[in-house]
């Protein structure tokens, strides 16, 4: 086992959080807000979850990089993550931007962390260790264990990898390891090349390490989590390589001593719709694979609002948020975000509810042009069955919310993506429609 690490280690390691680009996997969610501002939980955001990791690690100075939609993240990271003005503590983000050397966008994960580097190597704490985290996982990680393996490895760079079964490994980017966890070998997706496959297993050694069975048969794949010493990452980005994935991790592989951080808690890349929903909806499992209700806490910005009111609702598996008012609704394997307004009568199944940021806003009534004032509620009788919620969403009495069967595109008041019904942010149903 690696020695436990100081303080002074964790003070010279330096987070760096990836926004990732338009996120139109995750459309419409992210038709407005930045990838890692994605609500999550009922009342957190998918940037929280590096930032707490990080917090929870004793690493404390982040940057979270950005390009698209960053207003909403820009403000939640600036009501959540305080810090006084006695500690060398923060949190900011680094949106894209134009500069004499170089006037175009991230072309990558690689290229965004180059555009920044002089933010990163410059100021007055010369920062040993850099951790490249991506900003739209769900894991609680504790990385005062990978930097002390790193640094007893001598490493010049450490992946964090998950053991995966044959039929996962397909689709991800696998590492191959001596008996000591040095990467010998990196193949991207191998897909159906069982042969290929054969070849890439784990060592019994590091099953044995890992508290595997040798009988079973796992798969190194990495979670895209990185941590370079300062060297490592200067000579790996001198160059025009886009991305850490595809480009820079191979190459490093070739050049450097590279090793291997097993990781086997609950990790899930939220990428798509359809695992954004299961990751949702699944917290409300019994036993969930991802559990909120740990002693470190997962941080977010705290709202100061009331105790949720129930009246008269049955609830079997759910998440309820601050905020908010259920009357009469029945609510099953589903999440309520904050400030949500259940009436009599809904029927909400396997859905996530994301919530609203206020409980009324202000409208113009299209036919008199004046102004109005519409609560954000959902209606009486409504039915709401695997579909996604975004916020300050209004839906009138007797909708029906539900897939049908119906092939993933856009319809009105909604998109079908992965077989799941998502409204958009601010959308206004009328009573009685059937979406």
């Given at each position: 086992?690696?020695?436990?690490?100081?303080?002074?280690?964790?003070?010279?390691?330096?987070?760096?959080?990836?926004?990732?680009?338009?996120?139109?996997?995750?459309?419409?969610?992210?038709?407005?807000?930045?990838?890692?501002?994605?609500?999550?939980?009922?009342?957190?955001?998918?940037?929280?979850?590096?930032?707490?990791?990080?917090?929870?690690?004793?690493?404390?100075?982040?940057?979270?990089?950005?390009?698209?939609?960053?207003?909403?993240?820009?403000?939640?990271?600036?009501?959540?993550?305080?810090?006084?003005?006695?500690?060398?503590?923060?949190?900011?983000?680094?949106?894209?931007?134009?500069?004499?050397?170089?006037?175009?966008?991230?072309?990558?994960?690689?290229?965004?962390?180059?555009?920044?580097?002089?933010?990163?190597?410059?100021?007055?704490?010369?920062?040993?260790?850099?951790?490249?985290?991506?900003?739209?996982?769900?894991?609680?990680?504790?990385?005062?264990?990978?930097?002390?393996?790193?640094?007893?490895?001598?490493?010049?760079?450490?992946?964090?990898?998950?053991?995966?079964?044959?039929?996962?490994?397909?689709?991800?980017?696998?590492?191959?390891?001596?008996?000591?966890?040095?990467?010998?070998?990196?193949?991207?997706?191998?897909?159906?090349?069982?042969?290929?496959?054969?070849?890439?297993?784990?060592?019994?050694?590091?099953?044995?390490?890992?508290?595997?069975?040798?009988?079973?048969?796992?798969?190194?794949?990495?979670?895209?989590?990185?941590?370079?010493?300062?060297?490592?990452?200067?000579?790996?980005?001198?160059?025009?390589?886009?991305?850490?994935?595809?480009?820079?991790?191979?190459?490093?592989?070739?050049?450097?001593?590279?090793?291997?951080?097993?990781?086997?808690?609950?990790?899930?890349?939220?990428?798509?719709?359809?695992?954004?929903?299961?990751?949702?909806?699944?917290?409300?499992?019994?036993?969930?694979?991802?559990?909120?209700?740990?002693?470190?806490?997962?941080?977010?910005?705290?709202?100061?609002?009331?105790?949720?009111?129930?009246?008269?609702?049955?609830?079997?598996?759910?998440?309820?948020?601050?905020?908010?008012?259920?009357?009469?609704?029945?609510?099953?394997?589903?999440?309520?975000?904050?400030?949500?307004?259940?009436?009599?009568?809904?029927?909400?199944?396997?859905?996530v509810i994301l919530g609203a940021d206020y409980?009324?806003?202000?409208?113009?009534?299209?036919?008199?042009?004046?102004?109005?004032?519409?609560?954000?509620?959902?209606?009486?009788?409504?039915?709401?069955?695997?579909?996604?919620?975004?916020?300050?969403?209004?839906?009138?009495?007797?909708?029906?919310?539900?897939?049908?069967?119906?092939?993933?595109?856009?319809?009105?008041?909604?998109?079908?993506s992965d077989g799941i019904v998502v409204i958009p942010k601010s959308?206004?149903?009328?009573?009685?429609?059937?979406?």
């Amino acid at each position: 086992m690696p020695k436990d690490i100081t303080s002074s280690v964790q003070d010279s390691t330096l987070a760096i959080i990836m926004g990732g680009g338009q996120g139109t996997r995750l459309s419409p969610l992210t038709d407005r807000r930045a990838k890692p501002a994605v609500p999550l939980a009922g009342k957190y955001r998918l940037v929280d979850i590096p930032i707490s990791n990080c917090l929870n690690s004793g690493i404390r100075q982040m940057y979270v990089l950005t390009q698209f939609n960053t207003e909403s993240l820009h403000r939640h990271i600036t009501d959540a993550y305080k810090f006084d003005a006695f500690t060398e503590s923060f949190v900011h983000i680094l949106a894209a931007q134009q500069t004499p050397g170089d006037d175009e966008w991230y072309q990558g994960t690689a290229d965004a962390v180059r555009q920044n580097l002089e933010y990163f190597m410059g100021g007055a704490k010369p920062f040993k260790y850099f951790l490249i985290l991506s900003g739209d996982q769900l894991y609680r990680m504790d990385f005062k264990k990978m930097l002390a393996e790193h640094i007893e490895r001598d490493a010049k760079l450490t992946i964090a990898t998950t053991p995966v079964d044959r039929e996962d490994a397909r689709a991800f980017g696998l590492m191959h390891t001596d008996d000591d966890s040095k990467i010998t070998r990196f193949v991207e997706k191998p897909g159906d090349n069982n042969e290929l496959l054969d070849e890439l297993t784990m060592p019994a050694s590091l099953l044995a390490q890992s508290n595997i069975a040798e009988d079973e048969e796992r798969f190194q794949a990495s979670i895209g989590i990185y941590l370079f010493n300062r060297s490592a990452l200067e000579k790996c980005l001198d160059n025009d390589f886009k991305d850490f994935g595809k480009n820079i991790i191979p190459k490093s592989i070739e050049d450097y001593n590279v090793y291997s951080h097993v990781f086997q808690g609950y990790w899930e890349d939220i990428g798509t719709i359809g695992s954004y929903h299961e990751a949702n909806v699944s917290l409300t499992d019994q036993i969930p694979s991802f559990n909120f209700f740990e002693e470190q806490p997962i941080y977010t910005r705290a709202r100061f609002l009331p105790t949720s009111k129930i009246n008269g609702a049955t609830i079997k598996n759910g998440l309820v948020s601050d905020g908010c008012i259920i009357e009469g609704a029945t609510i099953t394997r589903s999440l309520i975000g904050v400030r949500t307004v259940l009436r009599y009568g809904c029927h909400i199944n396997n859905s996530v509810i994301l919530g609203a940021d206020y409980y009324h806003r202000n409208s113009v009534n299209s036919e008199t042009g004046e102004a109005e004032e519409i609560s954000i509620e959902i209606g009486e009788n409504v039915i709401i069955n695997d579909a996604i919620i975004d916020k300050n969403v209004t839906i009138g009495r007797d909708v029906v919310i539900q897939p049908d069967d119906r092939p993933d595109g856009k319809y009105e008041y909604c998109v079908i993506s992965d077989g799941i019904v998502v409204i958009p942010k601010s959308t206004r149903i009328p009573a009685g429609t059937r979406v």
